[in-house]
């Protein structure tokens, strides 16, 4: 299956603790997005990425959050000291270009339970 | 600021039956209108989307939806359904600027019952 891969599926965290959730894009895909998305409510935008660089990071939170997408290896979406409103379900989505029309393929989705 | 209301969180229809998911978005400029799929323990996939010209769009899986400028709405219809087209359906809405910003409803369950 060559298509975005996201882990972990699930996580469970306590509050304080850190997560981290992986995304790899499809092959060939430079640019990489992540979006939340809280119970009864749609996506949100959080950051865009490609290799080494942050393009767009209007919708992260300010504080505890960060996210890279290194030359090698996936995207990691980092939340440090969880509190119980980050529980959601995290997804990545990729693209091989970008512009206003280009069609975004997204992953299963990482679900985070903040306990 | 742009919104998208998927009116029905959970829709219940017999197989072979039609459906119609709504979708109604706010904004006072042109938009790209977008139907997104996400099939039980799969990531989300274009079903279909409007950018101009015929408000008649085709999709994937024999989906289709208008786009109605009047009445700001961009509903999803499949005359007959399979089990198969179990999933969540969520529409989102995009101002032009960029292909990821991206507002979404909160989407719809399809739930297909023998």
């Known amino acids: 299956n060559a298509g975005v891969m996201q882990n972990p599926r699930h996580l469970v965290r306590r509050r304080g603790q850190e997560a981290r959730l992986r995304c790899s894009p499809m092959?060939?895909?430079?640019?990489v997005y992540w979006y939340r998305q809280l119970p009864e409510e749609g996506l949100k935008f959080m950051v865009y990425l490609q290799k080494e660089n942050i393009i767009d990071e209007s919708g992260m939170p300010k504080e505890r959050f960060s996210a890279e997408f290194p030359k090698e290896g996936p995207s990691i979406l980092r939340i440090q000291q969880v509190v119980r409103g980050d529980s959601a379900a995290y997804f990545c989505a990729s693209s091989p270009l970008t512009g206003s029309t280009g069609e975004l393929f997204f992953g299963e989705g990482s679900r985070l339970t903040v306990l | 600021a742009q919104s998208v209301t998927q009116l029905d969180s959970q829709v219940p229809v017999f197989e072979e039956a039609p459906v119609e998911l709504r979708c109604n978005y706010s904004?006072?400029?042109?938009?790209?209108l977008f139907w997104y799929v996400q099939y039980p323990n799969q990531g989300l996939q274009l079903l279909l989307k409007y950018l101009s010209g015929s408000t008649l769009v085709k999709g994937i899986n024999g989906f289709e939806a208008e786009f109605n400028k009047s009445q700001t709405s961009f509903h999803l219809r499949k005359p007959s359904v399979h089990i198969s087209d179990t999933a969540e359906y969520f529409c989102a809405v995009s101002d032009g600027n960029s292909n990821y910003q991206l507002i979404w409803g909160a989407g719809t369950k399809l739930i297909i019952k023998p």
């Open positions: 092959k060939g895909h430079s640019h």
């Open positions: 904004s006072s400029v042109s938009v790209y």
